[in-house]
């Protein structure tokens, strides 16, 4: 007597944006992209130095500007478009969002930076074209190996490599001392 094995289908169910908003708080890296959850491993310590070193550089450059400017890190939950919730690294948005403020963050940062962790594809690839799809402005990748890519233009297509220091037309003023950073 043979039995015949019947393949059963796996099927991933597609998590709304409702479902995904419903999900426990967590300090972990969790981000919705089109139906799918996706949980990012815990940071190093050198991502979160540098992390916090940007933070904290460009929330100096904003306090010193009169012009209402927003710096923030993850994990904050940012609304790219209908069912796309992202948590970058480190966000620039050129205006004030009220501390009040409840739910993701409805508008697009002018700045997105992620800073490289296991999943560099993940983080340079599939990030920036989320990003440039919802009209992000300029986006920086900081490399563990002690440079940052910074891609700006249309469709974030122009890519330019930094290794001393970083500035933007975004941020007039801003200078960011890249071997200072990577020096810790």
């Known amino acids: ?23 426990p708080v967590s300090r972990q890296k969790t981000e919705l ?3 799918e959850v996706r949980m990012a491993p815990s ?4 991502h979160q130095d540098v992390t916090r070193s940007l933070v ?13 400017v927003t710096v923030c890190s993850s994990p904050l939950d940012v609304r790219f478009g209908p069912g796309r ?14 501390r009040d403020h409840q739910g993701p963050i409805d508008r697009i940062p002018e700045i997105c930076v992620e800073v490289l962790s296991s999943d560099r594809m993940y983080d340079r690839v599939t990030k920036r074209l989320l990003y440039a ?34 500035t933007s037309p975004l941020l007039p003023g801003f200078e960011l001392d890249l071997l200072k950073l990577f020096a810790g």
């Open 33 to 35: 992209i089109d139906g």
């Open 133 to 166: 799809e919802a009209g992000v402005k300029e986006f920086w990748v900081v490399d563990p190996a002690r440079y940052v890519e910074q891609f700006s233009g249309e469709g974030l297509k122009r890519s330019e490599i930094r290794e001393k220091a970083l």
């Open 85 to 98: 919730i992202l948590q970058p690294d480190v966000f620039v948005i050129l205006a004030r969002i009220p």
């Open 43 to 46: 940071p190093t310590f050198w």
């Open 56 to 68: 904290v550089r460009l929330s100096t450059w904003a306090d010193a500007h009169s012009d209402p």
């Open 1 to 23: 007597m043979s039995t015949t094995l019947e393949a059963v289908p796996v099927t991933n169910p597609v998590v709304t944006e409702g479902d995904f908003l419903a999900l």
